[in-house]
């Protein structure tokens, strides 16, 4: 199949010689309108682009505005850059969708609906588990992390660590794993907030409370201990409390350690998950 760039900036395919507009044009209408500073951030998270040729269809159009030329739309520009014209037109147009909100992205079979933190390796969202038919916490590793063997070393670690404990003081390790060029990872979604979070706002809390909080904790420890793991960064942030039952649940692996070797180059300073 053959994608054609008209001249006005409409995107054609063309079937048996006759042109027809592709269903992924007519199904997307931001193909062509005008982009915004966070669809062309994610375009290039998601290295459907680079750079480069961002740079490149900016310059077209300001050229042709310069010589009072009418102006193509972006996202025609880009898509006359790539070698594969449908698979691009394929990828921009769903990212058009989810950027417009026709639709969100699905990353490993999880429907993310809303974002509810971030850090320094990545962002955590809420996401439907489509299968499953129910909600959990994804977390997606930066795309430019994951360049770094370090950052992703760390990130697999975390996964993995998470899988070895069954414990219901721990958040559950549900699925982790790379599509779409993001790595991933799913966990249970804990609604309420952090112990940190309820310090701040309540201040001291009562001694019975502390003491169950920290009994639930001291059992998560216990199940990681038998699991071969040392946590190494019990803090109240990683520390959930659930708000209808009060349970507190330990998460973030980032730094735990199987306590049967030595990984010295996982304990510097300054490398967060």
């Known amino acids: 199949m053959t994608v054609i760039i008209e001249e006005n900036g409409e995107i054609c395919n063309e079937r048996g010689g006759k042109p027809q507009r592709t269903p992924f044009f007519l199904c ?35 050229e042709s505005a310069e010589q009072g030329k009418p102006l193509k739309p972006l996202l ?5 850059q790539q070698p594969d014209k449908e698979k691009a037109l394929r ?13 969100r992205m699905t990353i490993g079979g999880f429907e ?10 990545g962002t955590v969202y809420r996401a439907n588990q489509k299968l499953m038919g129910r909600h959990v916490a994804l977390k997606l590793m930066k795309p430019k ?3 770094n063997k370090r950052a992703l070393d760390r990130f697999v670690s975390e996964t993995r660590a998470s899988a070895r404990i069954n414990h219901p003081n721990v958040v559950e390790a549900i699925d982790a ?35 169950e909080i920290g009994i639930h904790i001291a059992r998560a420890l216990q199940a990681a201990h038998r699991a071969g793991l040392a946590h190494r960064d019990v803090k109240p942030e990683n520390i959930l409390i659930e ?3 009060g349970t507190a649940k330990l998460a973030d692996l980032g730094l735990a350690k199987v306590t049967k070797r030595t990984d010295s180059s996982a304990t510097q300073a300054g490398v967060i998950i």
């Not at 025609?76 to 006359?80: K, V």
């Not at 993310?112 to 390796?121: F, N, R």
């Open 243 to 245: 708000q209808d039952t």
């Open 76 to 80: 025609a520009l880009l898509i006359e």
């Open 145 to 147: 992390l994951a360049r």
């Open 112 to 121: 993310l609906m809303e974002k509810i933190g971030s850090g320094g390796m």
């Open 28 to 62: 997307a209408r931001a193909m062509n309108a005008e982009t915004d500073r966070i669809f062309e951030d994610l375009i290039l998270k998601r290295d459907v682009v680079t750079a480069e040729q961002l740079a490149a269809a900016h310059r077209r159009r300001a």
């Open 177 to 211: 794993g790379k599509d779409r060029g993001y790595y991933y990872f799913a966990m249970e979604l804990v609604e309420g907030p952090t112990l940190w979070r309820v310090i701040k706002q309540e201040g001291k809390l009562p001694e019975e409370r502390c003491e």
């Open 91 to 103: 990828e921009l147009a769903e990212l058009a969708a989810i950027r417009s909100g026709e639709k």
